[in-house]
C-alpha cells in the first residue's frame, strides 16, 4: 500500500480528489467574481439612467472581453477587469476591507489567493514541474491545504464584494443594491 494522505486513504486515491476540489475552488470562485462583475456593470449603467436602447450596449461594453472570461481570476486580472467599471486601485481597497490581504507577519490572503490560482494552473495544465515548485514552498495538493485556504478566500470575497459597493455608492451617491 502506498504513502497514505489521511486515515487509510492511500495517497494516490486522495490526490485526485484534492485536485478535482482545488479546481472547483477556484472555479466557483472565478464565477462569483464573474457574477460580481456583471452585478456592478448592469447597476453602474442602471444607475447612470442611460436612454433604454443604449443600455445592452453599454453593458456589453464594460463585459466582453474580460480577462476571467478566457484566464484566471488572479489579482491582476481581476483589478483590469473592474477598471472597466471605473474602480482603480483594487489591491489598496481590499487591503482596506480585508486586514489580512497582505500581512506583514504571516502569508497575507493575497498570498494564499495567489497560490490558490497557481495550484489550479499546475494542476490543469498537468505541470509537474511547477507544482514540484509550489510544493516545495509548502502548497500541497491535498484537500486539507485547500480547505485551510476557504477563509482566506472567503475574506477576499466579502472584501471584494464591499469594495465594489464602496465604489458603486461613492460614484451614483446611492446604494447601488
Known amino acids: 500500500m502506498g504513502e497514505v494522505d489521511g486515515p487509510g486513504r492511500p495517497r494516490e486515491i486522495g490526490r485526485p480528489l484534492a485536485h478535482a476540489y482545488v479546481l472547483r475552488v477556484v472555479a466557483e470562485f472565478q464565477g462569483y467574481v464573474r457574477d460580481l462583475h456583471d452585478l456592478a456593470a448592469e447597476r453602474m449603467v442602471d444607475l447612470a439612467e442611460p436612454t433604454a436602447q443604449f443600455r445592452p450596449l453599454l453593458i456589453a461594453a464594460t463585459t466582453e472581453g474580460r480577462f476571467i472570461d478566457r484566464g484566471n481570476a488572479d489579482v491582476r486580472s481581476v483589478e483590469q477587469d473592474f477598471r472597466r467599471i471605473g474602480m482603480g486601485g483594487l489591491n489598496g481597497r481590499l487591503q482596506a476591507r480585508n486586514a489580512r490581504w497582505v500581512s506583514e507577519n504571516a502569508r497575507g490572503d493575497r498570498a494564499v ?11 490543469a495544465h498537468g505541470n509537474q514541474v511547477q507544482l514540484d515548485r509550489l510544493r516545495t514552498r509548502g502548497v500541497a495538493d491535498t484537500v486539507t491545504w485547500a480547505r485551510g485556504s476557504l477563509p482566506p478566500l472567503n475574506r477576499t470575497a466579502r472584501a ?5 459597493w464602496d465604489h458603486l455608492r461613492e460614484v451614483f451617491r446611492r446604494d447601488p443594491w
Open 113 to 123: 489567493y495567489q497560490e490558490l490560482i497557481e495550484l489550479r494552473n499546475a494542476l
Open 160 to 164: 471584494l464584494d464591499r469594495a465594489v
